[in-house]
């Protein structure tokens, strides 16, 4: 199973999502893959690999035919493992443009990795450039996360919009497995209104769990550990136990739209 944490809006939670979501599947029956697809490597760069040591990355499989399974890294979360990103993806575009099939490079280089892993989380970069369409199309689920701030519903809608048509033209099968409300706020009246406008619109599309604002998870990755790793007893900890809990319950059974 192929997750693709996506929104084309920056810092709205994917790299967090992408994260600890990967590490709340990981276990002895499930092992989990995160690929990094983002320039700025910030997944990967939180799971403690040096900004010297990126290479080789997810781009250097994509765009210059590095074996993906010589690509693979531990992370220190067992049954977590890590295709960390780097600067070279800010050039995927042009290196992938003239290639047949663009669309589908990353697609078809999942397909020899795929029996070593029950998921494959795609932590996406904040647009839907050519690598951001590669993961869509090989996703078979979507998980989008949303902040509570101005325009978020306005920048839903579009987005949801985006990957129609994507699928359409490209015959993908990824369907959004859920909408995330993340940077929760209590006692925000503007942003509680954000979400409650989500859930009018979206029902059950949006997940139950919400990823409230938290201290430990904006310090965790400067200290290079999962919120489970940096604080396992706290809220956004359990958060992220719930929601890996929903995740495995939809795929199971998919909410339709
Ligand atoms: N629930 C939270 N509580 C506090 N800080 C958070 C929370 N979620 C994310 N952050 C912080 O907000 C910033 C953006 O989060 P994150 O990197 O996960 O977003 P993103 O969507 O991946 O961003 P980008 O589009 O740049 O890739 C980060 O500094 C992160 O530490
Ligand atoms: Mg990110």
Not at 98 to 116: F, M, V, Y
Not at 121 to 130: E, I, K
Request: charged share 20%; aromatic share 4%; net charge positive.
């Amino acid at each position: 199973m192929v997750i693709a944490v996506v929104n084309n809006k920056g810092g709205v939670g994917k790299t967090t999502t992408s994260v600890n979501l990967g590490a709340a599947l990981a276990g002895p029956r499930r092992r989990v893959l995160l690929i990094d697809l983002d320039s700025q490597a910030s997944a990967s760069l939180w799971c403690g690999i040096q900004r010297g040591r990126l290479r080789p990355s997810s781009a250097s499989c994509l765009l210059y035919a590095h074996p993906i399974k010589q690509a693979i890294r531990r992370t220190s979360t067992p049954h977590f493992d890590l295709i960390t990103g780097s600067m070279d993806l800010a050039n995927a575009d042009l290196a992938l443009c003239d290639l047949p099939g663009r669309e589908l490079a990353l697609k078809n280089l999942l397909k020899q990795i795929h029996t070593s892993y029950e998921m494959i989380v795609l932590d996406c970069p904040p647009n839907l450039s050519l690598v951001g369409v590669n993961a869509l199309v090989a996703a078979d689920a979507l998980i989008v996360p949303v902040a509570p701030q101005f325009l978020a519903v306005e920048g839903l809608v579009s987005l949801l919009a985006s990957v129609e048509k994507v699928r359409a033209r490209l015959a993908t099968r990824s369907r959004v497995l859920g909408v995330l409300l993340t940077m929760v706020q209590r006692r925000n009246g503007a942003k509680l209104e954000v979400g409650e406008r989500l859930r009018a619109r979206y029902r059950e599309r949006v997940f139950h769990t919400e990823i409230g604002m938290s201290r430990a998870l904006e310090e965790a990755p400067a200290a290079n550990q999962t919120i489970f790793q940096f604080a396992p007893r706290s809220l956004p900890a359990d958060a992220f136990r719930r929601l890996a809990g929903e995740v495995l319950q939809r795929i199971q059974y998919p909410v339709r739209h």
